[in-house]
């Protein structure tokens, strides 16, 4: 079975802080992950593939098969980084999304 | 060329009404889900279809029925409405293309029923 968890409903940083939003995952197969973003009443868009090992808005996130994680990370965060975020597992067919974490960055 | 689009983008139904959700994607994407956003629940996968004429349930389908008669349209339909199915609804269409995977996600419906 696919399954996407996100530990924390709610974060909180202050502007240029760091921020790390954690995801674990469990598949039995090997896993394609996603990270997508929601900006207030806006549509969920895709800020993160795995296998494309790219930085989007700062953000970064690396696949660790060992402890079965792809944790979002960002060095210093910005106000417009306020947003929800989803971690998403891609098994054989279905793409299936975590709970979510509300991202809020202080000034 | 306007991606995922979904209709309407709010609903108010009573207990027991039923009503269709439509969702229309434009990029011949042959696959397409539907799923419904619940605060602290995340996405939840209700329905997905990978092609015409073949459809298959997701995480939570009871309540829900959908078909896909052409690769452009999948419609959602509520059969009787309950107030546990108040919630806000994303069509997606997919493709994988060169070995990548694309999603891409409609505007929502926010229905409420009461």
């Known amino acids: 079975a696919q399954r996407v968890t996100q530990p924390e409903k709610l974060l909180s940083v202050f502007k240029g802080a760091p921020v790390e939003l954690k995801c674990n995952y469990s598949?039995?197969?090997?896993?394609?992950l996603f990270w997508y973003v929601q900006y207030s009443r806006q549509r969920l868009q895709l800020l993160l593939r795995?296998?494309s090992r790219e930085s989007i808005k700062g953000f970064t996130a690396d696949l660790n098969k060992g402890e079965t994680s792809f944790h979002l990370k960002k060095p210093f965060a910005q106000e417009e980084d306020s947003a929800m975020y989803y971690c998403?597992?891609?098994?054989?067919?279905?793409?299936?999304f975590g709970q979510g974490t509300r991202l809020t960055i202080n000034p | 060329n306007a991606g995922v689009t979904q209709t309407p983008k709010f609903q108010v139904l009573k207990t027991g009404q039923s009503m269709t959700l439509q969702c229309a994607q434009d990029m011949n994407h042959e696959y397409m889900s539907w799923y419904r956003q619940d605060p602290g629940m995340g996405l939840r996968l209700i329905h997905y279809s990978v092609g015409a004429g073949i459809t298959d349930q997701g995480e939570v389908p009871n309540g829900y029925n959908v078909s896909r008669s052409t690769t452009e349209d999948f419609p959602l339909r509520l059969l009787s409405a309950a107030p546990s199915q108040t919630s806000v609804y994303f069509c997606a269409s997919s493709r994988t293309s060169g070995g990548t995977y694309e999603q891409y996600f409609g505007p929502g419906t926010r229905l409420t029923v009461t």
């Open positions: 998403a597992l891609k098994g054989a067919q279905k793409l299936v």
């Open positions: 795995h296998i």
């Open positions: 598949y039995s197969g090997s896993p394609e």
